[in-house]
């Protein structure tokens, strides 16, 4: 099923939905144990960066410095859609919150300081209209 393209239209029907969890970035060797326990990882030059349940991590002593709450924008944005990244890291930007966005093939997903949870869907769900 083709995502969306009508920023517009997603920007009006946008919902956020926050996982109850932390969670925390970390580069680790590709044999690192946490990795099968990783909601989400990237391959970079320097290493493999690898989301994690705070929990996780902290059962397997892996450090990080970063605590996150991850917000799913659970409208369906197609991956060639033009503008929704645009307009929802600047309106948290504008907010003095830090974006980290990872895009799915159905949703977007930004990861928060966790201090900010509550903020950033506020000022998300601002940008209805």
Known sequence: MTGSTDVAAMLRTLEVVAL???????????????????????????????????????SLNVDYDYVAAWLTLSVHSSLEAVGLTAAFSQALGQAGISANVLAGFYHDHVLVAAPDRARAISVLHGLRG
């Open 20 to 58: 109850p969890d932390e969670y925390v970035y970390a580069s680790l060797p590709a044999d690192h144990p946490a990795i099968r326990l990783a909601k989400a990882t990237i391959t970079e030059t320097e290493g493999l960066t690898a989301v994690l349940l705070r929990s996780d991590a902290d």
